[in-house]
């Protein structure tokens, strides 16, 4: 859902293709999860030809999922932190082991 939203905070309409480009899914699994979020009500199907679009419903949602997704990326970051720290360690303790 994180990608039916914008940095502004708005609910842009999005193709199937673009969101696929966004979340690099296998398309099949991508339209059972839309399928999935359209019948629960959160995500609008909005016909069209040639191309269907989806829309984030509810804009009170909108806070909640990009603070999620921000939730997320910090706690990416603090690992490969970690991981670059343990690296450096060990790197140092080899470098001493070898003289």
């Known amino acids: 859902m994180y990608w039916l939203t914008d940095e502004n905070n708005t609910r842009p309409q999005k193709t199937l293709t673009e969101l696929a480009a966004n979340v690099r899914a296998e398309s099949g699994k991508l339209e059972l999860v839309l399928e999935i979020i359209v019948k629960s009500g959160l995500v609008l199907e909005i016909p069209a030809t040639?191309?269907?679009?989806?829309?984030?419903?509810?804009?009170?949602?909108?806070?909640?999922?990009?603070?999620?997704?921000?939730?997320?990326i910090i706690e990416w970051v603090v690992k490969i932190e970690e991981t670059i720290a343990d690296i450096n360690k060990r790197d140092n303790e080899l470098r001493k082991e070898l003289g």
Do not use: A, D, G, T
Not at 50 to 72: A, C, D, G, S, T
């Open 50 to 72: 040639p191309i269907e679009r989806y829309q984030l419903v509810h804009y009170y949602l909108l806070p909640f999922i990009r603070k999620r997704k921000n939730v997320k």
